[in-house]
């Protein structure tokens, strides 16, 4: 069964430090999607950043990085500059075979000022 | 603001009961999804539309259904109503029936159930 780990319920930073949230997944699938979510205290779900495991190049959104290593079905997310509206619960999901998003239980992000 | 709409925001009903929570898609999405997030959880799939018609079912229980009518508004609907069934459910709405290429999800705020 494809499974998501995020292995850190909480992490914390300071502002304009950088972070890294941490993302592991289980799949015998060799082409596959893997997103990170943000959601706010509003609780909207927002794309931030999406790889297709099949391109080598890791996915950049301007402050948000990740380290896709496809061999060690790892799949981080790195947020340089933090700001104080990054706060909130990120999510990493992979996309199976047949269109489901399988998601991590997230990590909550708190930026101190 | 995504462009997807929920309602309502928040239900609060008893065991028991039946409810249904409505979603209006992003102008020009064909497909809707549900989600169901609990308490400190990721979002669980729930059942996908696409134009009308189901595309994907997850976990979703028998005392849930679904249905996409022709202007493309989504309904969930809940029955006999448990205490575990408290929950965010959340409704997303993409262009195509596949997501994950340059038809990206767009979420809802979604509706806060609590059963008591």
């Known amino acids: 069964a494809q499974t998501v780990t995020q292995s850190q319920p909480e992490m914390s930073v300071q502002e304009a430090e950088t972070v890294t949230l941490s993302c592991t997944y289980d799949?015998?699938?060799?082409?596959?999607?893997l997103f990170w979510y943000k959601q706010p205290p509003s609780r909207q779900m927002i794309l931030v950043i999406r790889?297709?495991?099949?391109k080598q190049q890791n996915a950049t959104e301007n402050r948000f990085s990740v380290n896709f290593q496809k061999a060690a079905k790892s799949f981080s997310l790195k947020i340089s500059d933090s700001q104080l509206g990054d706060a909130a619960m990120y999510f990493c999901?992979?996309?199976?075979?047949?269109?489901?998003?399988?998601w991590g239980a997230g990590t909550k992000l708190i930026i101190k000022p | 603001d995504s462009g997807v709409t929920q309602t309502p925001k928040h239900l609060i009903t008893a065991t028991g009961q039946r409810v249904t929570l409505r979603c209006s898609p992003r102008?020009?999405?064909?497909?809707v999804y549900w989600y169901q997030q609990s308490l400190d959880q990721g979002l669980q799939f729930l059942i996908q539309?696409?134009?009308?018609?189901?595309?994907a079912k997850g976990n979703i229980l028998e005392r849930f259904s679904a249905q996409q009518f022709p202007d493309l508004h989504s309904e969930l609907n809940l029955s006999s109503l448990e205490l575990g069934d408290s929950a965010l459910y959340f409704c997303?709405?993409?262009?195509?029936?596949?997501?994950?290429?340059?038809?990206?999800?767009?979420f809802g705020n979604g509706t806060r159930l609590t059963v008591t």
């Open positions: 799949t015998s699938e060799s082409d596959y999607y």
């Open positions: 999901a992979y996309r199976s075979p047949d269109y489901q998003l399988i």
């Open positions: 997303a709405s993409s262009e195509g029936w596949d997501y994950a290429g340059d038809s990206p999800l767009h």
């Open positions: 102008s020009g999405d064909l497909s």
């Open positions: 539309y696409y134009n009308g018609e189901e595309r």
């Open positions: 790889q297709e495991a099949y």
